[in-house]
Nanobody
Framework: QVQLVDSGGGRVQAGGSLRLSCTGS????????VGWFRQAPGKEREFVAA????????AYAESVKGRFTISRDNVKNTVYLQMNSLNPEDTAVYYC??????????????????????WGQGTQVTVSS
């Protein structure tokens, strides 16, 4: 079973940038697709971005396309979410999650296509205007 640790959140002004990290334990982390989700107060959790096990495929929510970039370093067992041009609507707790039920998954990364069964503890991102 993989364990995920989210980090990198903080407070930033509108227009600023942050990079979130999701580090997975265990030697099998590199076999799993990983996604980032966020949940703002009083709102449903929503999909942000996902990356395939090899890093060659990615998917993004429309609201973050062109501003956020997901990447992974399988040597470091870490997935990153680079967030640029942040605005107050990006304020939320951000969670990474892994799909460990389908190692080496090569299908669609659309959020409805994957089961994310392992979750990080979340990291708070606050964007002030």
């Amino acid at each position: 079973q993989v364990q995920l640790v989210d980090s990198g959140g903080g407070r930033v002004q509108a227009g600023g940038s942050l990079r979130l990290s999701c580090t997975g334990s265990g030697r099998f982390f590199t076999r799993y697709a990983v996604g980032w989700f966020r949940q703002a107060p009083g709102k449903e959790r929503e999909f942000v971005a996902a990356i395939g096990w090899s890093g060659s495929s990615t998917a993004y929510a429309e609201s973050v396309k062109g501003r956020f970039t997901i990447s992974r370093d399988n040597v470091k067992n870490t997935v990153y979410l680079q967030m640029n041009s942040l605005n107050p609507e990006d304020t939320a707790v951000y969670y990474c999650a892994a799909n460990t039920v389908t190692p080496f998954y090569s299908g669609s990364l659309a959020p409805q296509s994957l089961i994310y069964d392992q979750w990080g503890q979340g990291t708070q991102v606050t964007v002030s205007s």
